[in-house]
Nanobody, 125 residues
Framework: VQLQASGGGLVQPGGSLRLSCAASGLTLNDHNIGWFRQAPGKGRDEVSCISSNDSVTYYSGSVKGRFTISRDNAKNTVYLQMNSLKPQDTAVYYC???????????????????WGQGTQVTVSS
């Protein structure tokens, strides 16, 4: 199984980016999928998840209203649309699957789950 995260880059405050997480060896449509991020010198934090049947999406308080998670089953890819970016969004972003659970209170990676390699997002003027 491989998860390939892409779409990061340097963007000015207020700008937008769309991250992609493409999978091979795992059908994302069958699983809960999550995004995490890790800022310099900090631990890895939850960002957003989407449940296997798309009935549930979760967003951390710091990104709610600005980020949107979605999936394209035909491309076996999950996206994270990030708008109104702030300097504090600067981090390496990781996708992970499958999640043991994705619900209104959060999510966590299955012990046998996989991490993508990460994509750097830098928000700076």
């Amino acid at each position: 199984v491989q998860l390939q995260a892409s779409g990061g880059g340097l963007v000015q405050p207020g700008g937008s980016l769309r991250l992609s997480c493409a999978a091979s060896g795992l059908t994302l449509n069958d699983h809960n999928i999550g995004w995490f991020r890790q800022a310099p010198g900090k631990g890895r934090d939850e960002v957003s998840c989407i449940s296997s049947n798309d009935s549930v999406t979760y967003y951390s308080g710091s990104v709610k209203g600005r980020f949107t998670i979605s999936r394209d089953n035909a491309k076996n890819t999950v996206y994270l649309q990030m708008n109104s970016l702030k300097p504090q969004d600067t981090a390496v972003y990781y996708c992970a699957a499958p999640l043991s659970r994705c619900y209104s209170g959060g999510y966590w990676l299955d012990p046998l789950g996989y991490w993508g390699q990460g994509t750097q997002v830098t928000v700076s003027s």
